[in-house]
């Protein structure tokens, strides 16, 4: 009996203290827009800004009573094209059509505390 007492409060206040998590991974930025997807646990969403300010970005959803937790920033490397696998050992450098990328990433690590 005191297991399924001690279970029963400590669901409880498990779910007193959750959070919302919002993560906003900004996919790309120029001068006319902002690209960033949002995930928010449930769902990925991916959302386009005229305005392409990631300050104003941060700014609308602490303003949604979203806190802003952690900044994170990651390198994402894509080799597009393809390698010609020759037979003919006398030309062992064959002439590749491979194109490396170099995406440079942010991730904003939104919390809200639930009352």
């Given at each position: 009996m005191k297991n399924v007492i001690f279970s029963i409060c400590f669901l409880i206040s498990l779910s007193s203290f959750s959070?919302?998590?919002i993560i906003i991974d900004v996919l790309s930025q120029n001068k006319k827009e902002l690209v960033y997807k949002v995930d928010n646990g449930e769902e990925v969403k991916r959302k386009t800004a005229k305005n392409p300010s990631i300050v104003k970005l941060i700014k609308t959803?602490?303003?949604?009573?979203?806190?802003?937790?952690?900044?994170?920033?990651?390198?994402?490397l894509e080799l597009n094209g393809n390698f010609p696998i020759n037979n003919n050992?006398?030309?062992?450098?064959?002439?590749t059509n491979l194109n490396l990328s170099n995406n440079n990433r942010v991730m904003l690590w939104f919390e809200k505390k639930e009352d």
């Open positions: 959070q919302d998590w959803y602490q303003d949604d009573g979203f806190r802003l937790k952690s900044v994170t920033q990651g390198v994402e050992f006398n030309n062992n450098f064959g002439i």
